[in-house]
């Protein structure tokens, strides 16, 4: 990513950020928690894409050079954490599970982060207790490298609703289906139906963000029918997407 800022302390706060905003491609020498208490945060790195609605929170490790994009009106709530004290002991991005209690903590530590009173200690101390019990449940879009993967990522990412397989797709980038099928393995580290599933289903946060109908969500990315989509989706985010606009 070219002009990467470093910005050695991650900071704490909260903003506002309109539809299509973005924040360019920094780094920080502390760990940083994102979290979008209303709208979709998209945060990528050279890896791939992380991608949050309210109910996920995003862990980006010290020296991760990332950026993030929003989609739909967004709340975005930033914590910085020490490098040397890493709760959940992770060392790649990760997307966290965000229960009711784990999100007013959120909201209330990020929207007063110089809170140094003993009160405050202990609200980002439960807030951390918290991180740690966390499941992690992953909405990533891995990034491939090898040029035929590039391709046919560049083709569905242009339209997720293409319902063209591996072996039509592998005629217009000259691969076979057999190769191709290995590369989402060995490059993406999942198959192809995998891929393309979190490719609807990163869109789908996308559209919902921005108040499309349902129907419509499942129509445009690809999904045969509404209730097959509200039922991929349910399984994913633990919601209908009907609900996923009460939950911002």
């Known amino acids: 990513m070219p002009n990467i800022r470093h910005t050695p302390v991650a900071p704490t706060r909260a903003q506002q950020m309109a539809p299509g905003d973005t924040i360019d491609a920094h780094r920080h020498d502390d760990?940083?928690?994102?979290?979008?208490?209303r709208g979709v945060l998209a945060v990528t790195t050279g890896a791939g894409t992380w991608v949050a609605p309210a109910t996920r929170?995003?862990?980006?490790?010290?020296?991760?050079?990332?950026?993030?994009?929003?989609?739909?009106?967004?709340?975005?709530?930033?914590?910085?954490?020490?490098?040397?004290?890493?709760?959940?002991?992770?060392d790649a991005p990760t997307v966290l599970m965000v229960g009711p209690l784990l999100r007013e903590l959120f909201l209330a530590h990020t929207r007063a982060p110089d809170d140094d009173t003993p009160e405050g200690a202990r609200l980002r101390a439960v807030?951390?207790?918290?991180?740690?019990?966390?499941?992690q449940r992953p909405v990533t879009l891995p990034a491939p490298s090898d040029p035929r993967l590039v391709a046919v990522c560049a083709l569905l990412e242009a339209?997720?609703?293409?319902?063209?397989?591996?072996?039509?797709l592998g005629l217009l980038v000259g691969a076979s289906e057999r190769t191709l099928t290995r590369l989402f393995r060995a490059d993406l580290g999942m198959t192809f139906p995998q891929w393309r599933t979190q490719l609807r289903l990163y869109r789908?946060?996308?559209?919902?963000?921005?108040?499309?109908p349902v129907t419509a969500v499942a129509h445009r990315c690809g999904w045969s029918s509404t209730s097959a989509f509200i039922d991929v989706f349910r399984r994913a985010f633990g919601h209908t997407p009907g609900a996923h606009g009460r939950l911002r």
């Open 31 to 37: 760990h940083q928690i994102v979290y979008a208490g």
């Open 57 to 90: 929170a995003i862990w980006v490790p010290a020296g991760t050079v990332h950026a993030h994009r929003a989609h739909g009106s967004l709340e975005l709530h930033l914590m910085g954490i020490a490098a040397d004290e890493n709760p959940l002991g992770l």
């Open 127 to 135: 807030l951390l207790d918290q991180l740690r019990v966390s499941p």
């Open 159 to 168: 339209d997720p609703a293409d319902r063209r397989g591996l072996a039509e």
């Open 204 to 212: 789908a946060l996308q559209l919902l963000a921005e108040d499309t």
